[in-house]
């Protein structure tokens, strides 16, 4: 009678133990593809501490996936994505921070030229 209120008890325990975390496929997926697109944009390594960063991320996630620890792949993985994007970001914002300068010269330049016209 005992051994089976154990075996009940501990058949749970066993089973979760045998559940693991399924590989991140997905998640490299979508880190790559994060990552192509950051460097698409003409970004590199040497101008983006983040996409370093998410590259340094992605090769450990890339690591931890050859071990089969897939929880800890997942976590590389998603941080390199993330990494990634602000890269992208931080990119697009600077350029545009760029233009927004150019456009603002650009209508000074006009409004001296309107001036000196009257």
């Known amino acids: ?11 749970p325990l066993m089973l979760s133990a045998c559940v693991s975390d399924p590989a991140p496929h997905e998640q490299l997926r979508l880190t790559e593809q994060a990552l192509s697109q950051a460097t698409a944009l003409g970004l590199s390594t040497e101008q983006s501490p983040a996409l370093h960063l998410a590259e340094d991320k992605f090769a450990l996630a890339q690591a931890a996936m050859q071990e089969e620890d897939y929880k800890q792949a997942r976590v590389y993985a998603e941080q390199a994505e993330l990494d990634a994007r602000l890269a992208e970001a931080q990119y697009l914002s600077a350029k545009s921070q760029q233009q927004l300068g150019a456009l603002n010269n650009a209508i000074n330049r006009l409004r001296t030229q309107l001036g000196g016209m009257q």
């Open 1 to 11: 009678m005992i051994n089976r209120f154990i075996c009940a008890g501990l058949l």
